[in-house]
């Protein structure tokens, strides 16, 4: 066995024990997967493999042409093999963070036993992708690195699992509030309040993070806001007269509400990763949507940032959307999440 293979036998040998990796394993497996993830693409422009990348659907064509005899890799099954054993020690050395995660984040939530499995199971997806990108190079801890795709697998799984996704009615009157003072002119020629005006009428104090928090659940289209609602007497009231106290904002909510909401960016952003420009593609589509920094930008805004036509903006949304709508099919998320974003 090679120098390599041993040392790699001696860090599953230590993992097994419940012993933690080193940064210098850490290291060592990641420099195994990335070899491998090299020669993998290498494979794929050779036609060996069907998959582009050593990542999602890589992985399981890796391990079925390896259990039944490895013989087309050639000189790379060695190298092959041991990735797979490495992404199984780093799987096996981190899944009890994804555990403390899940079950950290059910008990914040209220959810059962049943639900913790299922955000468990979400968020060891997560952990895997996190072993496909991280770069020890960056200087950070594997688990710092892990915990950011763990806690965003987690919170997916809690998409998926059928909860019910809810604004209290607290924050809804304030999101009401919110639109009303900011909505265009009316008909009795009332200019809308810009920003700093509509968060001094609405005489709600907070932070500058709870505000953006704020216009973003507002912007986002993901709840119906309109100007009645009933407090409690079964009669419809003004967003003007419902709302009775500007300290019945729990800033916990909104706080919440808005991880719900980069939850919901990082889908689409995941939705929209393929493509030569998808990066482009995706910053016009969360500027369209309100996800990027609080406020919906028009076409001709987009158009501007750009340097393209109001009418090309309008084609890459219309795209987007139905890039999106096909993520939420193949990855069981309700579209309702989604609010009117992809409706």
Known sequence: MSSDGNRLREITSRVGEGELLTAGEESYLSGVIRKAQTE???LHTRGVVVSPKLEFEGWRELQDILAADGQAFGDSRSLLEEAVRAREVYYQA?????????????RLK???????????????????RAIEMFDPGMGNRFSTYAYWWIRQGVMSGELKSGSDFTIPSRLVREL????LLTKPTDEKGQEAMND??????????MDDKTWLALKRIANARMV???????????????VGDGVEDPNALDPEEVAYQNQRLELVEALVREALSEGARSGRNTEIVLRRWGLHDGSIWTLEE???????????????????????????RRNNVKQEYFGDMIS
């Open 40 to 42: 993998f693409e290498s």
């Open 94 to 106: 981190n899944y009890g963070l994804v555990r403390d995660v899940a079950i950290g984040y059910a």
């Open 110 to 128: 209220g959810l059962n036993e049943d639900q913790i499995d299922e955000l468990t199971q979400e968020g060891g997806h997560k952990l895997l």
């Open 176 to 179: 009401r509030r919110y639109r």
């Open 196 to 205: 700093q005006e509509a968060r001094s009428k609405a005489k709600v104090e």
């Open 224 to 238: 119906d806001l309109d100007e009645t609602e009933s407090f409690g007497d079964g009669e419809g009231a003004s």
């Open 302 to 328: 987009v158009a501007n940032e750009y340097g393209l036509t109001r009418e090309r903006i309008r084609q890459i949304e219309s795209r987007s959307i139905n890039k999106v709508r096909g993520y939420v």
